[in-house]
């Protein structure tokens, strides 16, 4: 059994506490953060995040990670796949009782999966529909900007979404 990237469009996406979607923050291409079946690890050939771009996302407000499939997929595991997941998504941290800020890069291990779309034996991914990967839920008197406000270039507010699944 081999490893099959997730090949696709991959949005980022603002969702209220009410699941409405308020503003897709970006949409880029799997190949813009890596080809292959392997994650990407020099973290200066990634996109940017451009943190003037971003909406503020509010308390108990969403980050959703959502995929579009260029190809269908079928899967072929026993176990869960998210450990084949890389995500790192620069944001920009504020308490909004004191003021703080403060730069963070959340990975899959920050993310909420329920309701979303999970790794299964013999689950079939079908191309040109939106699915669900996750999402990261804003704390109480805390909101959230995606990017970092002070950059170093090179490596501050590069993003990496790579998926892959396990196939025959």
Known sequence: MGNTQMVGKFRLVHYDYNDTALAVLTEKHAYEFAKGNTAPTDR????????NDSTIIKEDDKLVVLVNLDDNITEHSTSSQRSLWTWQIPITFKNERTGNKFKKTLSVNDFSFTGA???????????????????????????????????DVRVDSKIILHQALTTS
């Open 117 to 151: 779309e999970a790794p299964a034996n013999s689950k079939a991914w079908v191309s040109g529909k939106w699915y669900m990967l996750g999402y990261y839920q804003v704390p109480a008197q805390s909101s959230i900007k995606l990017g970092h406000t002070i950059q």
């Open 44 to 51: 200066q050939t990634q996109p940017s995040i451009n943190i």
